[in-house]
């Protein structure tokens, strides 16, 4: 399975940004996938994850209302939708997903994420 985010960039707080995360190596469609990000000194959070059949999604309280997660099965591709960036938004981004197929249940944290993209670094000037 490889993952690879892209999208990433310089933008001037209240600007927006959409990340992208191609999947191959399996079924797309079939599973639960997240975006992560860590700052510099911080810990790696989820900012948002979004189940296989988009049934559900999950915002972590800093960025709802701002962020979109979203994904194009057929095109196998995982986007996260920034807008009105701040320079707290500052951060390396990661998408992941989890091993299981199908999956009911939420996953917030990463170490219940199986494969992991390389990451795109968002930096936001205020």
């Known amino acids: 399975v490889q993952l690879q985010a892209s999208g990433g960039g310089l933008v001037q707080a209240g600007g927006s940004l959409r990340l992208s995360c191609q999947v191959s190596?399996?079924?797309?469609?079939?599973?639960?996938m997240g975006w992560f990000r860590q700052a510099p000194g911080k810990e790696r959070e989820l900012v948002a994850a979004?189940?296989?059949?988009?049934?559900?999604?999950y915002y972590a309280d800093s960025v709802k209302g701002r962020f979109t997660i979203s994904r194009d099965n057929a095109k196998s591709t995982l986007f996260l939708q920034m807008n009105s960036l701040e320079p707290e938004d500052t951060a390396v981004y990661y998408c992941?997903?989890?091993?299981?197929?199908?999956?009911?249940?939420?996953?917030?944290?990463?170490?219940?994420?199986?494969?992991w993209g390389q990451g795109t670094l968002v930096t936001v000037s205020s």
């Open positions: 190596g399996r079924t797309f469609s079939a599973y639960t």
């Open positions: 992941a997903t989890r091993e299981r197929p199908y999956e009911r249940s939420r996953y917030l944290t990463d170490i219940e994420y199986d494969y």
């Open positions: 979004i189940s296989w059949s988009a049934g559900y999604t």
